[in-house]
């Protein structure tokens, strides 16, 4: 990420709540971006003093036409964090009380059939050589197999490194994810052989530090550009989009992964108590709630096994409908 300048008053506040995050191990690249237009912002608004004012903070959560509710939660949660790191060093800052903003419409994820995957799959499979993404023909067909066959965020897997795969024994290493929290990842015996086939076809000649799937320079492929290939792939499989925020996502993997596992599991008669650990820690999930919710969502897309789900863990089971499933 290249190097941003703070000019307005809050600048020193700004630069060591950077410091202190990145110093606990967070990587805090997006919030100092976010902190940067909050910066900027404060300039137009012709701030001359260090200190966060309740007007200045409401002006800046005001919602824009057409912007998500989410996208304002994150500008007003990065900026909450400043006014708090503000507050321990006994300055004057409005901390935003907590559920200021309300609750947006609960998102109900897409979980992909089996046909819909491989129908992905194909379209990926079938991307082109094109002069300006060099190797997006390469890089498409193995990331959108990881995401779906590793449950990977898109976050985890665009951040990951030559030196995080570990191609003798089929594991990823995936640093630094939510919660600030480190895990290992094994793959299937085809995505390991189809990380092998990749790093041989595109890093012989890269270091350690590279990134796993690379943009031209040198940086990782962005989530944008991603997204953009997604949402190309989705059409020519005739898998029907409705929209920005209403799916599917490519998030909509990560919950796939976990339902297929789930309802696998539960046809083969294996013991619940025992695999859901397994998946709670395959998926890097903070606690067991976190992943009971795919439980609920596999009992509802599949009636033949409700009974079974229910009868295993019918108790920790939360509803579905309402909850807000972006950030898992």
């Not at 606990?24 to 200190?51: E, N, R």
């Not at 819909?116 to 023909?137: G, M, N, S, T």
């Not at 030196?163 to 003798?168: N, T």
């Amino acid at each position: 990420m290249r190097e941003l300048n703070y000019n307005s008053p809050l600048q020193t506040f700004i630069q060591g709540l950077i410091r202190e995050k990145q110093s606990l191990g967070y990587q805090y690249d997006s919030s100092a971006w976010t902190l940067y237009k909050f910066d900027q912002f404060c300039l137009g608004q012709g701030c001359v003093d260090a200190v966060l004012t309740k007007k200045l903070i409401h002006a800046w959560i005001k919602k824009k036409p057409n912007e998500s509710l989410t996208t304002v939660k994150n500008r007003a949660c990065v900026v909450r964090q400043l006014a708090l790191y503000m507050s321990r060093l006994g300055s004057q800052a409005y901390v935003l009380p907590k559920n200021t903003l309300p609750k947006g419409p609960g998102y109900t994820p897409h979980i992909f059939t089996n046909q819909e995957i491989a129908a992905l799959f194909k379209q990926a499979d079938a991307c082109h050589y094109c002069a300006e993404a060099p190797l997006r023909h390469r890089i498409m067909p193995v990331l959108f197999r990881l995401l779906y066959g590793c449950g990977l965020r898109i976050s985890e897997a665009l951040n990951l490194r030559l030196r995080d795969v570990d191609l003798d024994r089929g594991v990823l290493t995936v640093i630094d994810g939510k919660f600030n929290k480190d895990r290992l990842v094994p793959l299937s015996s085809e995505n390991h052989h189809r990380c092998r086939d990749y790093v041989n076809a595109v890093h012989l000649l890269s270091d350690d530090n590279a990134y796993l799937f690379p943009a031209p320079n040198g940086q990782a492929v962005t989530k944008g550009n991603v997204y953009k290939n997604f949402r190309r792939f989705l059409w020519q499989a005739r898998i029907s989009h409705g929209g920005w925020g209403k799916g599917p996502r490519l998030h909509d993997f990560r919950y796939t992964f976990a339902v297929h596992c789930l309802r696998r599991w539960v046809l083969q008669g294996k013991d619940l108590a025992a695999y859901l650990p397994i998946l709670k820690t395959y998926l890097g999930h903070y606690s067991f709630r976190d992943t009971s919710k795919y439980l609920k969502l596999t009992a509802e897309l599949y009636p033949d096994i409700t009974l079974k789900v229910e009868q295993a863990f019918g108790h920790v089971i939360p509803p579905i409908g309402g909850e807000n499933h972006e950030t898992d």
